[in-house]
């Protein structure tokens, strides 16, 4: 149970940490995630048009349940051929600001980092049968990692056009973090045929 709770620990410093190091000091993401060019004024339309919180796709397919089915056929045809055309995209939009640096933030990030391992760690502690090796166990965490890659940014790119930069980028972020954390995991969890 110890060694559980301290690669758990261990796990979740070394994917926060790594999270820092990836977006703050190396300046990984700097080439996917750029300003918007003229800024001022696009906020400026999304404060006019947009008018609450909330995640956007456009172009927006119908949702209207009071339309007859030649209506929502008609306006799918819109839609579609409005989303061949372009342009396209997702926006999450907060009316409101908040602090970059709020410590609230930086503690869920670090909370979701320990959930993160912990469901990790178990899940190596139940494949220590099947693990053969010190390198199998990393391995096997990094694995986790490219699941959290192909379940969520490789998906949004599929199906919400994300930027292939963005999602390649994430993919280096996932296996460095995840990787990481399988070489300090691998040490820390003992058991399996060999070990």
Known sequence: ?????????????VLFFWGFLSWAVIGLHSASVQPLANEDAVLSALMEQVPEDGMYFFPGMPSDPDLSATEQDAATATATAKYAE??????????EGRDPEDPMVFAQGFLNCLACSLIATLLLVAALPRLHSY???VAFVTAIGLIVWLAGDRTYEIWLAFDAVHTRTMLMDHLVGWGAFGLVAGAVIKGGPKT
């Open 1 to 13: 149970m110890l060694r559980i709770l301290v690669s758990t620990l261990l796990g979740a410093v």
């Open 86 to 95: 372009g342009p396209i995209g997702v926006l999450m939009f907060h009316r």
């Open 135 to 137: 390198i199998s166990k």
